[in-house]
């Protein structure tokens, strides 16, 4: 039973894309002849040196006996989904096939000399602070071609291709230069994480308003406790994140969009300027900057403590910090409250994407593999395993059906119910050029430590932007939504 203004975990998943094929009693997948005629085999399609065969068990004409080398990011995820899911999915079709396995926090150290001399892993899950510029792969040729995945038959129902069970941010996403080369594996909701239980021990209710945000940072601190915190030394991007956000809020999802196609004076657009001069006052009358010289495992910690209320972050902390979580700690998501009376987004849009990208080696030894490895990632049983290991929603629509789903992931949920459709959008600058992100990164640390400001970090990080899209040898990429 349902309380008045509570969804549903169907209403929750349909409103992200995720709700399952609903058949009655007794009834199975789809078979085959439910949308064509029996006998009907998918069409092969070329895409570079791999087409979709007639054999929907093997599209990609997977040798059963090669090898397959799978590097993971193991940082909020863990690595289990993959050393213990798709891994041993993966050797359960092919049995004469051995999965060599990686996972490592350090993913450019790791993998860039790899790259540099040809010796690479099959599949790489891009993630964290050393991530690879993948734009700039791209242009190196190293990443293979998706559309052969998107278009070959789902496992679970070979009817169906790939790229109509999954979420369509998914396929929005995936392109570089106008190719499908990355697959985004998790939906994730970015904003400001608290503790639901201390708020309700206090008496506290969530602020709508910069002047209730600020009111609450003053009662907070005659607790001893901080309004807000980041950390300035592994995830320094959780605040540039947070301040791309709070613009678009400002000033509408366009703020963002112009500063992905390397606008003229995108960065020096009044919303960016007062999303950053509201976060550099937070962090002036209601922060720490001993917190500059942590991590993002120490920061968390921290507010697990309950010595901090906001954390800007995204809906994988969840199981990021599962084991160290008290039992009277309880996960939650905080909308971004009105900087202004005239904000053009809404009190409680919130970021809502897809995340965690993986890639196919091009140039490495089993790309056929590869994009398999992929097909079972996205199949509902390495879906749900996912969500199950890590306690994170993916791409795959009705994947999470059924599951009992954590009080984070329940809030994010009724948060992105209550959105609707004020999204804000994600900053794609971070994958296109990564040069300005790294940048990015940097100065926002520099700015909110009080060193400059804010109209000195709009002109800074404007100036990076002006080099990028003047420098010939990079490649632009351009978005109209």
């Not at 439910?34 to 570079?48: F, N, R, V, Y």
């Not at 697990?304 to 160290?324: R, T």
Request: charged share 25%.
């Amino acid at each position: 039973m349902t309380h008045p203004g509570e969804i549903t975990r169907r209403q929750l998943l349909r409103r992200i894309g995720m709700t399952a094929f609903v058949a009655g009693p007794g009834a199975g997948l789809l078979s085959a002849c439910a949308t064509s005629g029996a006998g009907d085999e998918p069409t092969a399609t070329p895409t570079g040196s791999i087409a979709v065969s007639a054999d929907p068990k093997n599209p990609f004409g997977v040798d059963a006996k090669k090898p397959l080398e799978v590097t993971i990011f193991s940082g909020g995820y863990g690595d289990a989904y993959a050393k213990d899911l798709h891994e041993k999915m993966y050797e359960k079709r092919f049995p004469g096939a051995t999965v060599k396995h990686n996972a490592t926090q350090q993913i450019g150290t790791q993998l860039r000399p790899r790259f540099a001399s040809g010796d690479v892993p099959d599949v790489v899950n891009n993630s964290g602070p050393e991530a690879l510029d993948l734009a700039a792969m791209a242009g190196e040729g190293q990443l293979a071609d998706l559309t052969a995945l998107f278009d070959a038959p789902s496992l679970d129902d070979p009817s169906k291709k790939v790229r109509d069970t999954v979420t369509p941010a998914v396929l929005d996403n995936a392109k570089i230069d106008d190719k499908d080369l990355v697959l985004n594996y998790t939906v994730s909701h970015r904003a400001l994480w608290y503790n639901a239980k201390l708020f309700a021990d206090k008496g506290w209710t969530l602020p709508k308003t910069w002047a209730e945000f600020k009111a609450l940072g003053d009662t907070a601190k005659k607790e001893g406790i901080l309004l807000f915190a980041y950390p300035g030394q592994k995830g320094p991007y959780y605040q540039l994140w947070n301040a791309l956000y709070t613009a678009a809020k400002i000033g509408g999802n366009q703020v963002l969009i112009d500063i992905d196609n390397l606008v003229d004076n995108a960065w020096n657009a009044e919303p960016v300027k007062q999303s950053v001069t509201a976060w550099v006052e937070i962090q002036t009358l209601y922060g720490d900057k001993a917190y500059f010289g942590l991590d993002h495992t120490q920061t968390q910690v921290k507010q697990l403590q309950n010595k901090l209320l906001f954390y800007p972050v995204g809906s994988w902390i969840e199981n990021e910090m599962a084991k160290d979580k008290p039992k009277d700690f309880e996960y939650a998501i905080a909308p971004i409250p009105d900087v202004t009376a005239a904000d053009k987004m809404p009190y409680g849009a919130i970021q809502v994407g897809v995340g965690e990208n993986f890639f196919v080696s091009a140039k490495g030894k089993n790309p056929q593999g590869g994009l398999e490895y992929l097909r079972i990632m996205l199949s509902k049983e390495g879906a749900k395993g996912f969500t199950e290991k890590t306690l994170n929603l993916t791409v795959v629509n009705g994947a999470a059906e059924g599951l009992d789903l954590t009080p984070g992931l329940k809030s994010a949920a009724k948060a992105q119910d209550a959105a609707g459709q004020n999204i804000i959008t994600d900053a794609r600058f971070e994958g296109w050029y990564k040069e300005l992100f790294d940048y990015g990164t940097q100065q926002i640390n520099v700015v909110m430590a009080g060193r400059i400001t804010p109209e000195k970090f709009c002109q800074n990080m404007q100036k990076k932007a002006d080099a990028i899209k003047k420098d010939s040898s990079v490649v632009k990429q351009t978005r109209s939504n």
